[in-house]
């Protein structure tokens, strides 16, 4: 759920670059590292292209982009979201820049901060349904149970999803509302029948509900979806 989406920005925007070869050429340095999956390189080399002070806005957001993805990696996260809120300065109406910072907030557990970033991705994508799970987990995280139903409602509609139907379970079952709750893990489960997480959560609806057997079930059936790597 909290994968950071590398996002593949148009090449067309990589204007004004020929007065920055020098800087282009530790950019793409800093790619062939990053690609090699060696971020702490990647990062020497995107900073040495930044030093140059490029006047390409394109290359200085997509030094700041990669910087931020490696850092992220390396769970650097401060340094992360310093360099997604350069990247903004660059490029405001990049909704994935607001995404993938609010994902690093997320990740630290700053969630009043994570939830204005997914809001700025949503108002510039609106049909970003991993905005709004993002949204809706951090909703749960603060308690927000029925806000946070209205996310995971939002995202399913877009595009129906595990993730939303189980956090939206998890909202349900917070409220109480546990058939809510079962229907949400019952449509998780059928698109990822080895989801086990699903299977866990709801064997502890079926508890809550009375319902042991069917819980003691589950909670089998959750041990053979872990088995399988699932």
Known sequence: MKTLAIILLPLLIFQNIANAQTAKDYYYSGLNEENQMH????IVFYTM???LNPQSDSLRL?????????KQALKDFKGSVEDYTSAIAI???LGDLYYNRGVVEDTMGNYEAAIPDFTKAIEINPNDWQAYVDRGFCKNEKKEYKEAVDDFTA??????????FYDR???EHNLGNFQAALFDLNSAIDLDSNYYLA?????NVKK????LKGAASDLKMASKAKSRGK
């Open 39 to 42: 971020q702490k390189k990647a």
């Open 49 to 51: 292209a930044l030093e």
């Open 62 to 70: 997509f030094c700041y982009f990669h910087r931020a993805w490696d």
């Open 91 to 93: 490029f405001p109406m």
């Open 155 to 164: 995202s399913i509609a877009i595009f129906p999803n595990k993730f939303a």
């Open 169 to 171: 379970a998890i909202s």
């Open 199 to 203: 299977y866990l959560l709801r064997s």
């Open 208 to 211: 809550d509900m009375g319902d």
